[in-house]
């Protein structure tokens, strides 16, 4: 245990003492203190503040709208974000959920030719002490040019570093006798090692911020933002951070948030599954927002989610700030000449325009295989740096729009493939990784988080399967996840005796969640909380191996 000022800090995972005498120097340590002290009282705020506000919408049964108080700043015709720097002009590809503890496939992301590395310590990270000390520090090899082969930051893609999420804690370090916010942790060894470098070589600092539920919560990044700056010695405005809107209240206070952030805004971002997932998090007991079977009914055609989408991008482009659309999770197969390539190839590049079409102005791909074909879609369909003279006032967008379920049922194999997701999710954060490959497609905590909302909601609403009638209950979803075991031992190739230990700790874990009473209200906070969890992690520490995902299946 370190202790330095207020401050105690475990002692670093084995294998990674230099990594962690090189972020946790006496400067950084006093930094991390003075940014966790200052701002964790205005971050217990936030999430009480998100607490009060479900609360409200469940005892009155309300519905969120576009606010009175503030539509002084939306009906103010004038203001505009900043503009953001040259190398942000063109956002056409970003790599997503690049895990930077994965040294090997960040390599090759700064190797590769898109626009921006989603650099995520959040959907597609593991929080692992040894996953965000590697990735912390493979971030400042990546500034500080020490990887071979690999092109000067300069040169390289963007970096846009995604720090965890305001619900996440880091267990390692307390500041006051406080385990301090995941994200303040985060963002601050990035920011003290990396800024002036990354901006000098106008290269960033960029961000990602993840789950911004509310303008305030967006005020209070602004605030942070400009403290950083003042402390570090940087320009104010230097650091740009484009927002996820990942929350459907949020998506009624997108102008604000941008207001809110308009000195540091690179725009706004817009996702389907963390998106649909909150609709079941803040009104999922109520039957009229019942969420059909995502696998058959639940698409970005689809009338809330087209609406939220071109939105994001009428507010964005209205305001001068970039938006960008969601992530292609389609892997493609190796032979390039084999007929599922070219429909898994034909599937990408038609909801990839689509969202074109919409005015995105870049969009992101797990699979960098299929940055090339996306950049050249970009090229034919959009080939200017970005689309930010579609204004969209075709467009109006309504409460309505924004709120309406879609037509549809629940299938068999809809329930099913959410069961799998959720354990093979839970699975893998026992095994210290933050995504895995599953039935073509890289799966991470957005998709785990869909999965797990919809099996509460069916079982809490009690709906009948569309194939046979069948009720959907606690038992049905036991049985169902007993019946997949085989399934899901092939699927995470189940070698040894302690692969199955986990694996059916992970199926318990599952099956714990979708029948709580109340709903919990993000599966990464249960988890990260989680002793069963924290005690997995402990035994990894002592045997942990830097290496990326299972393979493809």
């Known amino acids: 245990m370190l202790v330095n000022e207020g401050v105690e800090l475990e002692t670093p995972p084995p294998g990674l003492a230099d990594e962690f005498h090189t972020l946790f120097s006496s400067d950084a340590l006093t930094f991390l203190s003075e940014i966790i002290s200052t701002f964790q009282p205005e971050v217990d705020k936030v999430l009480k503040l998100r607490v009060l506000r479900k609360v409200q919408l469940d005892l009155t049964g309300g519905l969120p709208v576009f606010a009175k108080d503030t539509a002084h700043n939306r009906n103010d015709p004038d203001w505009r974000v900043s503009p ?10 970003d790599v997503g959920d690049l895990s930077p503890c994965d040294t090997q496939r960040f390599i090759q992301g700064l190797q590769s030719t898109a626009q921006g590395l989603q650099v995520d310590f959040d959907d597609g990270n593991c929080p692992t002490y040894h996953n965000q000390i590697k990735g912390i520090y493979n971030v400042y090899q990546a500034v500080h040019n020490q990887f071979p082969d690999v092109p000067p930051i300069a040169q390289a893609p963007v970096l846009m570093l995604r720090p965890r999420a305001w619900n996440m804690v880091e267990h390692n370090m307390m500041v006051y006798g406080r385990e301090v916010p995941g994200p303040l942790f985060d963002f601050g060894l990035l920011m003290f090692h990396n800024a002036k470098l990354l901006l000098q070589n106008q290269s960033g600092p960029f961000f990602y911020l993840s789950k911004v539920e509310s303008y305030m919560e967006a005020r209070l990044w602004s605030q942070i933002f400009f403290w950083t700056e003042k402390k570090l010695g940087l320009p104010a405005g230097s650091i740009k951070a484009t927002v996820l809107i990942e929350c459907v209240l949020a998506s009624f206070e997108m102008e604000e948030i941008l207001y809110e952030l308009k000195e540091h805004s690179a725009g706004l971002n817009c996702g389907i599954w963390d998106y649909s997932a909150s609709f079941v998090n803040k009104f999922g007991p109520r039957a009229d927002f019942l969420l059909p079977d995502r696998s058959k009914y639940v698409d970005m055609e689809k009338r809330f989610l087209h609406s939220y989408m071109d939105l994001l991008v009428q507010t964005c482009h209205r305001r001068g700030a970039l938006a960008t659309g969601g992530m292609a999770a389609l892997l493609l197969p190796r032979d390039k000449e084999s007929d599922l390539y070219k ?10 325009l689509l969202e074109i079409n919409a005015g995105v102005d870049g969009f992101m791909v797990y699979d960098m295989d299929l940055i090339e074909p996306m950049q050249k ?33 629940v299938t068999l194999y809809g329930l099913r493939y959410n069961i799998a997701v959720g354990v093979l999710f839970i699975e893998a954060w026992l095994s210290g990784r ?36 069948t009720l959907v209950t606690r038992a049905l979803v036991r049985g169902l996840a007993e019946d997949l075991i085989g399934d899901l031992k092939a699927a995470i190739h189940c070698q040894t005796s302690r692969d199955e230990q986990r694996l059916m700790t992970a199926v318990s874990m599952f099956l714990e969640i979708v029948q709580k009473n109340d ?6 906070t249960y988890l990260n909380l989680d002793h069963t969890f924290l005690s997995f992690h402990n035994q990894l520490e002592n045997k942990h191996t830097d290496k990326a995902p299972k393979a493809r299946l």
């Not at 429909?343 to 990839?352: P, S």
């Not at 709903?519 to 990464?524: A, G």
Request: aromatic fraction near 8%.
């Open 84 to 93: 953001v720097p040259h190398r942000l002009h063109c956002r056409h590809v």
């Open 343 to 352: 429909t898994v190839l034909h599937t990408v590049t038609r909801l990839k």
């Open 377 to 409: 879609l970009f090229q034919l369909h959009s080939p200017d740096q970005n689309q930010l003279l579609q204004l969209r006032d075709d467009i109006t967008v309504t409460p309505e729009d924004l709120l309406v379920m879609p037509a549809g049922g």
């Open 434 to 469: 933050g995504h895995f490959f599953y039935l073509g497609k890289v799966e991470d905590s957005a998709t785990a988080e869909i999965s797990r909302s919809q099996v509460w909601q069916w079982i809490r609403h009690q709906v009948r399967l569309e194939d046979s009638g």
């Open 519 to 524: 709903f919990p209200e993000f599966l990464t």
